[in-house]
């Protein structure tokens, strides 16, 4: 043996500060697309067009929360540099989106894409070409499956999970319940009604009605007429603003009251409460994870002065009332604090690992106690809600955190 | 379009002309273009950053646009009869074709012919009813089709088949015979060869006997049912023809998107591809694919357009990608009143003069 244990050991240190120089060659730190030692390259997609264009202000609010990191500094030196194409809520549409942000612009993730058909027609691709594909916003429960898609992370609490703390709460706090389900028949209103099972387990059997609407109704009178018949003294509410504020209004004409579960999808004062008349809304039950900018409760919250500072500086001229800008602060907050965690090493392998990896995260504007929990097999970041109880014309917190996190 | 002003009946001598003409000496021009079209994607391993996977896909969807372009053009261009909801007839195609595969697991390539044939009665019979109703009627009942499409597709009793609103998620197509092709060039491929050959058809279709007697009930309706021409019968089977064109483009756009679901399929489709067929050029061959380059092109480069005005040029103008969009129309629209291919015959002319 003419190779000595010392040259050996000369041989593959050497070999692996070359493998380690190779690596830092570009910089102090290790890359692919869409990172470099001054930049981060985010890709996103919004419905800025067509029907669902009420939520491209989430894309205007991310934009706005980066040029403030920006002013700051940057994400540990680096600046980022945000790129949101218009997908129109239509599927063809964001695949292409989707492509030119990946293979053009060579972005290191696609983050916060909105809606649960345009995120299925790009889960595939996304997991094919092994881009993260981050905080979706969308609440279906289908984006927590890292065995399947270990590329894909949703973010917000799921439909199934609110579910599950509404049936935890029915048990918990009405006696002898009979429950009575008005449910949009959807892959959205599925989703909050097998949640909602679940979270029954043995007890399933209490649900003594269920019926459901399509979108194209013009009304839900008969519905709520069938669901009081059933006599039933809860009721889930899995309707959308119009139709959960028709529902509240029928329930008070023809004299039902029930104890009355609200989704949080139709949680707004103004677009639901407000509409169905403050008096027939009072003592409904709602979940909320996010604090309400219209609500006086949180006027000396820092984290809320902060976001009004910010409104002011980088998002002029808009809504201080849309729940959206503090939706849009919040994510932004969220991935911020992720590529903050990932350190020099802006591969797209560790941006999963880290965002697969964070622990009792406190994120602004979040309600207190609600924390950011992930790991390689939990992919819900936000798995905690907060009940809250209708009282005069505003939405009242109580009770405690309440959660379904997994392991 | 329909009714012939006197602009139109200007342009008409033009029009039958244009398939004659490409019957000329323009012949050589169709092959050098389907030549160059078909040596593109090779190029890929020479210019990767040029001919990248990403602009084969763009025009891919290009070709599938001009397809459905023409299929409206048939109709609308060559038989005057106007539709809003040809995105409808487009939607019908990509389901058929989408659950032929999932559930039957037909391969795709097998799928076209079965697409054009449902496509083509689905057409057919909403053209009997269609019959009755001229011009601005008929319009409106062909836009209440493209609005009815999307939901019909959520309806409780087609979940089975349609999945709802979750759609169908579909596999891309794979290169044949172990070809050493991208799946992008392949999916190029298939849509270069499909485009060629609906072409051939069209352009053979509307020189013949059975194209004259479209444009002549196209032109003045009562005259060609005195000369003897079945008008009602016509105007039923090119509603067909036209509904298999775009049936096809459906088809094969759910194959390169590999997913549909019913928000694919809402009402600016069908918009985008009456302005594509007026913005290429209304009764023209060339036009058609002119047309869909244009909305995919457009659509795409307005927002690069309205952010470059924002950012670049530095103009306090926040303009919406939209307005970007429409002002870009209506420039076109005032340039060229004929359509992209009849501005460019304009433009020739005059240089020639």
């Known amino acids: ?407 | 379009m329909t009714t012939a002003t006197p602009a139109d009946t200007a342009t008409t001598p033009a029009v039958p002309a244009s398939p004659m003409a490409a019957a000329g000496a323009d012949r050589r021009w169709v092959w050098i273009v389907v030549a160059a079209a078909a040596a593109l994607p090779l190029l890929r391993s020479v210019v990767p950053d040029i001919i990248s996977d990403y602009r084969l896909f763009l025009m891919s969807t290009m070709m599938i646009a001009a397809i459905a372009v023409l299929g409206l053009n048939l109709l609308t261009g060559f038989n005057g009869q106007i539709s809003l909801g040809h995105g409808a007839f487009y939607a019908v195609g990509a389901y058929t074709a989408a659950i032929l595969m999932d559930k039957l697991s037909l391969p795709y390539w097998t799928l076209l012919p079965i697409v054009a044939v449902v496509c083509f009665v689905v057409g057919f019979l909403f053209g009997l009813p269609a019959l009755r109703l001229e011009g601005h009627y008929l319009a409106l009942a062909t836009f209440a089709l493209a609005l009815a499409v999307p939901q019909m597709l959520k309806y409780r009793w087609l979940e089975d088949l349609t999945g709802g609103v979750q759609g169908i998620v579909l596999l891309k197509p794979e290169a044949p015979f172990g070809l050493p092709l991208t799946e992008d060039q392949w999916l190029y491929y298939y849509c270069l060869i499909v485009t060629v050959l609906l072409f051939w058809a069209a352009w053979n279709l509307l020189r013949g006997r059975s194209g004259r007697a479209m444009m002549a009930i196209r032109d003045h309706s009562m005259a060609a049912g005195t000369m003897g021409i079945d008008t009602a019968r016509y105007k039923t089977v090119t509603f067909g023809i036209s509904a298999a064109y775009t049936g096809i483009a459906g088809a094969l756009s759910a194959s390169a998107i590999a997913f549909v679901a019913p928000d694919s399929f809402g009402f600016f489709l069908s918009i985008s591809l009456l302005i594509g067929l007026v913005v290429g050029g209304v009764a023209s061959l060339p036009g058609s694919i002119i047309g869909g380059i244009f909305t995919v092109l457009v659509q795409n480069s307005a927002q690069a357009l309205s952010n470059f005005v924002k950012n670049d040029i530095g103009l306090p103008y926040d303009l919406s990608p939209y307005s970007v969009y429409g002002i870009l129309l209506l420039v076109l629209m005032y340039v060229m009143p004929t359509g992209i291919a009849g501005g460019v015959v304009m433009a020739w002319r005059r240089l020639r003069r």
């Not at chain 1, 979706?136 to 890292?146: E, F, H, I, N, Q």
């Open chain 1, 1 to 407: 043996m003419s190779v000595t244990r010392r040259g050996f050991v000369v041989g593959a240190s050497s070999a692996t500060m070359l493998a380690g120089a190779a690596a830092h060659a570009q910089g102090k730190g290790k890359y692919d697309d869409g990172a470099s030692d001054t930049e981060i390259k985010i890709g996103n997609t919004m419905p800025y067009s067509g029907p669902a264009s009420a939520y491209g202000v989430i894309g205007k609010a991310i934009d706005a929360y980066f040029k403030m990191v920006n002013d700051k500094g940057g994400i540990n030196g680096r600046k980022v540099k945000f790129i949101s194409l218009d997908d129109a809520y239509s599927p063809p549409k964001i695949v292409e989106a989707a492509r030119q942000l990946v293979e053009q612009e060579k972005v290191l993730c696609l983050f916060n894409t909105l809606g649960t058909p345009t995120n299925t027609a790009i889960h595939k691709y996304m997991n094919l070409k092994k881009v993260p594909h981050l905080f979706l916003a969308t609440g279906a429960s289908k984006w927590g499956k890292p065995k399947e898609f270990p590329w894909t992370m949703g973010w917000q609490p799921d439909y199934h999970t609110e579910g599950v703390i509404f049936a935890k709460h029915i048990l918990a706090n009405v006696k002898d319940a009979k429950i009575a389900v008005l449910m949009q028949n959807d892959d959205y209103g599925k989703d909050y009604y097998e949640g909602f099972r679940e979270g029954l387990g043995k007890d399933v059997s209490k649900i003594v009605k269920h019926v459901t609407y399509e979108v194209t109704d013009p009304t839900v009178d008969s519905q709520i007429i069938q669901l009081k018949d059933s006599g039933a003294n809860a009721f889930f509410n899995i309707a959308t603003p119009k139709f959960a504020a028709q529902a509240i209004r029928k329930a008070a004409d023809i004299g039902w009251k029930p104890a009355h579960y609200l989704n949080n999808v139709s949680a707004s004062v103004a677009a639901v409460m407000k509409p169905a008349g403050y008096d027939n809304g009072q003592d409904i039950i709602t979940a909320a994870y996010l604090k309400d900018p219209t609500d006086k409760q949180w006027d000396g919250a820092d984290d809320m002065k902060a976001w009004r500072e910010w409104m002011a500086k980088y998002n002029p001229g808009a809504n201080m009332g849309d729940g959206f800008n503090v939706y849009g602060y919040a994510v932004a907050a969220t991935l911020e604090k992720t590529l903050e965690q990932c350190g020099n090493e802006l591969t797209r392998a560790n941006l999963m690992k880290q965002a697969a990896n964070l622990k009792k995260l406190v994120v602004p504007l979040l309600l207190p106690g609600i924390t950011v929990n992930t790991s390689p097999t939990d992919f819900y970041p936000i798995q905690s809600m907060r009940l809250q109880r209708f009282k005069g014309e505003t939405w009242e917190l109580f009770g405690d955190v309440m959660s379904n996190e997994s392991a």
